[in-house]
Nanobody
Framework: QVQLVESGGGLVQAGDSLRLSCAAS????????MGWFRQAPGKEREFVAV????????HYPDSVKGRFTIYRDNAKSTVYLQLNSLSPEDTAAYYC????????????????????WGQGTQVTVSS
């Protein structure tokens, strides 16, 4: 089992950047594929980024590709999400999640594939 705690959210202006962090404790962090999702009010939870156990493979949806970067530090049991060029459409609660999936990291994009979730951190972007 793994416990996840996100941090780094806040209120920023359009065009600004933020770095979200997700600290893990419990079972070996490097054994999990890690993902980030977001959920805006009244909308379904949306996949944002995924990273393989080694950190080599990363995958993003078109909506954030080129603006968001996921990376991990297995020595610190932490996964990060760098958010650049933020827009009001990026306003949402952001969640990190851990998956024990044995498939490709690039295919681990569905929320149901993740067994562990953090409590979320709010990102609000003003225009």
């Amino acid at each position: 089992q793994v416990q996840l705690v996100e941090s780094g959210g806040g209120l920023v202006q359009a065009g600004d950047s933020l770095r979200l962090s997700c600290a893990a404790s419990g079972r070996t962090f490097s054994s999990y594929v890690m993902g980030w999702f977001r959920q805006a009010p009244g909308k379904e939870r949306e996949f944002v980024a995924v990273i393989s156990r080694t950190g080599i493979i990363k995958h993003y949806p078109d909506s954030v590709k080129g603006r968001f970067t996921i990376y991990r530090d297995n020595a610190k049991s932490t996964v990060y999400l760098q958010l650049n060029s933020l827009s009001p459409e990026d306003t949402a609660a952001y969640y990190c999640a851990a998956s024990s999936s044995t498939g490709s990291a690039t295919a681990t994009t569905q929320a149901g594939m993740y067994g562990y979730w953090g409590q979320g951190t709010q990102v609000t972007v003003s225009s």
